[in-house]
């Protein structure tokens, strides 16, 4: 069965840092290109970026450009989504989610096929 579990999420005040990660069972993460989204409450899923499958070529959102950074552990099965400079507007439930084989990505929910549960980032002092 594939699944992805999110994880790394919590409080964090103003311009401080996280580490999420998106690890998968069931299958091997390197050759599914992966994306971040969030959805603050009352809004609608927004897509951050992804990392294209047996790739490192990322994709990101203008919100996010230059804060936020996707990368790969295939060791670990993960994908990892660094976030820097946070701010309380990052607040959300950050979720990733996965797709077979593309050549390139986009951060649109329709893109994708499996999602994880989602882990809560809430941004404040």
């Known amino acids: 069965q594939l699944q992805l579990v999110e994880s790394g999420g919590g409080l964090v005040q103003p311009g401080g840092s996280l580490r999420l990660s998106c690890t998968a069972t069931g299958f091997t993460l390197n050759y599914y290109t992966i994306g971040w989204f969030r959805q603050a409450p009352g809004k609608e899923r927004e897509g951050l970026g992804c990392?294209?499958?047996?790739?490192?070529?990322?994709n990101y959102a203008e919100s996010v450009k230059g804060r936020f950074t996707i990368s790969r552990d295939n060791a670990e099965n993960t994908v990892f989504l660094q976030s820097n400079s946070l701010k309380p507007e990052d607040t959300a439930v950050y979720y990733c989610?996965?797709?077979?084989?593309?050549?390139?990505?986009?951060?649109?929910?329709?893109?994708?096929?499996?999602w994880g549960q989602g882990t809560q980032v809430t941004v404040s002092s």
């Open positions: 989610a996965a797709v077979f084989a593309t050549r390139g990505c986009r951060a649109d929910p329709g893109w994708f096929d499996y």
């Open positions: 990392i294209v499958s047996r790739s490192d070529s990322t």
